[in-house]
């Protein structure tokens, strides 16, 4: 049904119609306005104010779009050089000061399509299933193994590997977003000798590409995923971690604006470097026969890793999705999977209890 409702949609849009009348134009009338010049105003319209990642992905989806409605005709550029004009210009705001507007509004607002075309859709997208695959979780041990081995990626001269021990754990002990990672700094820790420590996260720096953010550069700069412009969230270190962020600071200090993890020329870690340690990680602590499953695959399950971990030792999901940023309904759903350690708990006391009624009942003397 929606790859059907789908086909009609290209073919109408392509064709030039509009659904809804207005002066001029009958009840499916064409309309003047080109779905490239809707397109663009689209991508303007949905730029000022939006997070680098978001730019990002409305211009793919233009891009997208747009690749699949053009006809194959006679003097049609190459697949891939259409796809580089759109994707990197046509589909790009080259600065600030554009007004924000919802783009699928002003076509109407400006008599050039009668209503809305897609108002009378009643289609949603479906949900995607989110929840955690348990088999990307390491357990204390494998996480253990696996911190440690980083430290031997790129020898010892170069450090390629030892500047990312300490980002590697945050993720792991405090169960970290990478690109909240990047941007721990060292005033916004409580790090002593001896105990836990404490971290005030106020900032995230997401890479997205020069492209698409406001000061040129690789990583976006803006508060925290899913809460509000200004708000922190205390996530408490346990000792482990804050011997390592010592240690680390004592080895490779901090950038000029304090944060901890920095490459050698003091610029923010990118995906690709971090990805890149990563692999060769797993190959050094990981058995053969392991390193084919997705266990701890991605950096990114270091963090499905120290949550479960959490939940399954009995933590409150309250305070648990307080440290994690997220809400106990996201955080139960998507880690539903993984408690795993909480099921054979459970499954021991279950059976203590049945075995209890194993032996007939003593008779009363």
């Known amino acids: 049904m929606a790859g059907e409702f789908g086909a009609e949609l290209v073919r109408a849009i392509r064709a030039g119609l509009a659904q809804g009348a207005s002066p001029g134009y009958g009840p499916r009338g064409p309309s003047k306005l080109s779905w490239y010049a809707f397109a663009t105003e689209y991508a303007r319209a949905h730029w000022p104010g939006r997070a680098a990642k978001t730019r990002n992905e409305v211009s793919e989806a233009l891009t997208a779009i747009t690749q699949a409605m053009c006809w194959d005709l006679p003097g049609r550029p190459k697949e891939q050089l259409l796809r580089r004009a759109l994707r990197h210009w046509a589909f790009v705001v080259p600065g600030p000061g554009h007004q924000e507007m919802p783009a699928e509004d002003r076509p109407v607002q400006r008599g050039k399509l009668g209503s809305h075309p897609l108002e009378k859709i009643r289609w949603r997208v479906p949900k995607p299933n989110v929840s955690v695959d348990p088999r990307v ?112 600071v004592a080895t490779f200090g901090t950038a000029d604006d304090g ?3 920095f490459t050698e020329q003091g610029r ?8 890149r340690v990563w692999h060769e990680t797993r190959d050094l602590a990981l058995p053969p026969v392991l390193t084919s499953t997705p266990l701890a695959k991605r950096p990114y399950d270091l963090r499905h890793s120290a949550l479960s971990t959490w939940l399954c030792a009995g933590a409150d999901p309250a305070e648990v999705a307080q440290r994690a940023g997220n809400s106990v309904e996201v955080l139960l759903s998507r880690y539903a999977k993984c408690l795993y350690d909480r099921q054979s708990i459970n499954n021991q006391r279950i059976e203590g209890l049945l075995s209890s009624y194993d032996q007939p009942p003593e008779a009363d003397q």
């Not at 720096?205 to 803006?222: F, L, M, N, S, V």
């Not at 923010?268 to 990805?275: F, K």
């Open 268 to 275: 923010i870690i990118t995906y690709t470097t971090y990805h």
């Open 137 to 248: 979780v390491a357990n204390p041990y494998q996480a253990r193994d696996l911190l440690d081995a980083v430290s031997y990626v790129g020898g010892y001269r170069q450090a390629r590997g030892r500047r990312l021990v300490g980002f590697f754990a945050g993720m792991y002990y405090a169960g970290l977003r990478p690109e909240e990672a990047v941007a721990v700094a060292l005033p916004d820790c409580r790090l002593p000798s001896t105990g836990w420590g404490r971290l005030i996260l106020h900032r995230a720096r997401p890479q997205a590409g020069k492209r698409w953010t406001d000061t040129g550069e690789y990583h976006d700069e803006g508060g925290l995923k899913n809460r509000p412009p200004g708000e922190t969230r205390v996530v408490p270190l346990p000792p482990h971690l804050v011997a390592l962020w010592r240690e680390h």
């Open 259 to 261: 944060r901890l993890f």
